[in-house]
Structures are given as C-alpha cells and as structure tokens.
C-alpha cells in the first residue's frame, strides 16, 4: 500500500492490532503494526483484505468496517482518536467486522400500482400489499404464489400472523385496507406453488368507521391488532366464531383531563413504528420529517431521543429493526432511498437506491436480505447483507 507523504512530510504513523470476532478465514494475525493515521475504512478495509491476501492465496476482496471501543469509524484514524480523546501512544486495537451493504439487487417483482406494505418475517416467502386492491404472496423475486383478492380498497398494512414457521404449510396472514376491513387469509399444503393462485379472505373483520392504516399480530396468532383513522386501535381475536369479535380501545379520561402513563413527541406525524434493539426495549420512529428517531422508554427522566439520525431528505415512511441484532435497523422515505443503519454511527452503512420513485415501505428478509416496494409498482430484494 503506498504511503502518501503529507504537507509536513510522511503520513503521520500508529501502532494498531487488528482483531476481529469472525471465524476463519476472516482471522488475521494479531501481531501490532504501523500504519499511516490518515487511512479511512476504504484504506483500512484495503489492509486487511491484503492481511488476509497474504495468508490465503484464494482470498476474495469484501468490505469491512471497524469499531475502535464499540464505535464505528467514519472518518480518518486521526480524526477519530483526536475527537475521542484516545491516545496514540499506545497500541489500537481495531476490531473488523463484515460490512452492513447489499452484495446483491435481485430482478425486481413488479405490481399494477404502488406497493404500500411488506412483510418478509417469514423467511419462505414475502408478503405485499398493493394499491390495485390485491395483497400478493412471493416464493422469491418474481415468483408470486398466491394473489389475495377480496378488499374494495387500496391495501395498506399486511402481517403474518405465525411468521416464525420457516414453511408456506397452513399460513394465515392478515391485510389492512382503506375499505376499513381486515381480512384474514388462509393457504395451504394443497396449494400449488409453481403457479399463481388467486385465493379469498377466510374472515373479514369489520368495526372501523375510516381506512385501516396499521396492523400487528401477537406472536401467537391468536390476537390482531389494528390502528385506523378513526383514531381507535382494535383488537380482533381471530379464532372466534363471530367475525366482528373485537375490543375498540381509546384514551379514557380521567376528571376531564386525558391520562397516559408516558407520552414521547418528536413534533411531527408519525409514520411508522418498531420496537426492538437492546432486549428490545427501544423504539424507533419515521416521521413526517427526514428524521429517524429512537427512544428508550427504560430511561427516567428524559422523553428525547437517544439518537436521532438526519440523512433522509424527505419523509420517512418505513422503518424496522432487525431481529437479531440490538444495532441495526432499516429505514425507507419518500426521497426514493431505503437506508441501513447501525446505532455506533451517526452516517447510515448503506444506501440502497434501487427505487425510481418514493419508498413506501422495508422490511429485512431471511436476516440477510432486505425487501422494499414503493411507488414505482416494484417489491425490490437487496440480499448479502451481512449483519450478524
């Protein structure tokens, strides 16, 4: 690696040690070396993979990031030792880890109209609504199974009710619409999965007076819940015999003032919520702002964010933790960009901008994947994403 000597002479030099977590062949010799203090993680990822070159000849270039003292660094070693306070007098020790970047964009699945919900918590296949009316059920990119067709309005919110079964045995997902229903769908082992299958509701679910916006299942199935802009949140268990069976919840008050247990603002509509992170306790928000926020409710005293993320340029509309790591989580806006996150870093980790219009909804996939649709009528799959 050549060593490009700065206005005062050669590049300042630190002694550093690289260790790392991943198994092998991603493990370099911890033995200390020099390297020049004005290296970002391009130049540093460029050392260890020629680290990694010289102990394996077959090796592959991949990008790495690198945490000194849990952070991640964004900027030149220099930089980051001087606005840290961290002394370069002793050894650094660098950890190295994949980096958090789609390898992968896979054909897009296109739709009639916009695509305004997705769900990918079920690793066999992916789940879509759409503004055609019509939620849609695809094995992989391209592939669609089953088509659900029965709301009278466009579709805005769609979950799984079971979506830890790894199989498209005896499924039954719910979908939300502007028609103010939910509808719950069934489909099976007898359903052929080598053509697309149109299949009807099993139970509609009716009590909303205006359009479905959100909806959430418990993870046993038992229990759905929806938010709606009658401004009532309902709970509909879906093994009852009565198709209407359901408990509208609203702020109750109390001598005329309303009560609330707590109450976070971030001044804005919120668009989208998840709750996740460290012992997912952690709630992140997208607003009607470029702002995605995070709060932890654990913490007294304070109802501001503990980190606010500021690259989006237009609206948020999606965001979802991933759900097995406490840093990471995704964010889709109205700018046309899904972003990556990780809670070390205030820049995003990857950019993913695939969409030719507003992004509209994200979700992760198979843990390694992420699958978004929008305005531009596509479900897009951007997989390799190495989190773990």
């Known amino acids: 690696m050549d060593i490009h000597p700065d206005e005062e002479g050669e590049a300042k030099q630190v002694q550093v040690r690289f260790i790392t977590k991943l198994q092998q062949p991603y493990k370099v010799q911890q033995a200390s070396i020099s390297i020049p203090a004005n290296l970002t993680r391009f130049g ?20 790495f990031d690198f945490l000194i003292d849990g952070e991640l660094v964004r900027m030149s070693l220099e930089e980051f030792l001087l606005a840290k306070g961290i002394s370069a007098e002793k050894v650094l020790e660098i950890e190295y880890i994949k980096a958090v970047a789609p390898r992968n964009q896979e054909e897009p699945s296109l739709h009639d109209d916009w695509v305004s919900a997705v769900d990918g918590s079920n690793d066999g296949y992916i789940l879509t609504g759409c503004y055609d009316d019509l939620g849609r059920v695809w094995k992989a990119g391209g592939i669609c199974t089953h ?46 999965i080598d053509q697309t299958k149109k299949i009807r509701s099993v139970k509609v679910l009716r009590g909303h007076t205006d359009a ?30 009565d198709p209407e069976d359901s408990v509208s919840v609203k702020k109750r008050k109390k001598g005329g003032q309303d009560k609330e247990a707590l109450s976070e603002s971030c001044g804005k509509a919120i668009n989208s ?18 702002v995605l926020r995070v709060w932890d409710p654990r913490k007294p005293g304070t109802l501001s964010p503990i980190f606010q993320f500021s690259s989006h340029n237009s609206w948020i509309s999606s965001c979802k933790w991933h759900d097995k790591s406490w840093y ?37 996939w198979k843990g390694d994947s992420v699958v978004s649709g929008g305005a531009d009528s596509k479900l897009r799959i951007s997989s390799g994403v190495s989190v773990m």
């Open 328 to 364: 990471h989580l995704a964010s889709a806006s109205y700018d046309g960009k899904v972003m990556l996150w990780d809670l070390r870093t205030a820049w995003p980790l990857s950019v993913i901008d695939t969409h030719g219009d507003k992004v509209l909804c994200a979700d992760w």
């Open 212 to 241: 479905v916006q959100s909806i959430a299942a418990i993870p046993s199935g038992d229990v759905v819940c929806s938010g709606s802009w009658d401004c009532t949140i309902n709970l509909w268990n879906t093994t009852a015999n």
């Open 147 to 192: 088509v659900l067709d029965g709301h009278s309005g466009p579709l805005t919110s769609v979950c799984n009710l079971m979506p830890k079964v790894d199989s498209i045995v005896g499924q039954v997902v719910a979908t939300g619409s502007k028609d103010r229903t939910l509808r719950l769908w069934k489909f099976g082992e007898e359903d052929p």
């Open 273 to 290: 919520l998840s709750i996740g992170g460290e012992s997912c306790a952690l709630i992140a928000a997208g607003s009607s702002d470029p």
């Open 44 to 63: 540093l990822s460029a050392l260890v993979n020629n680290l990694l070159l010289t102990s394996n000849a077959d090796w592959t270039t991949e990008p």
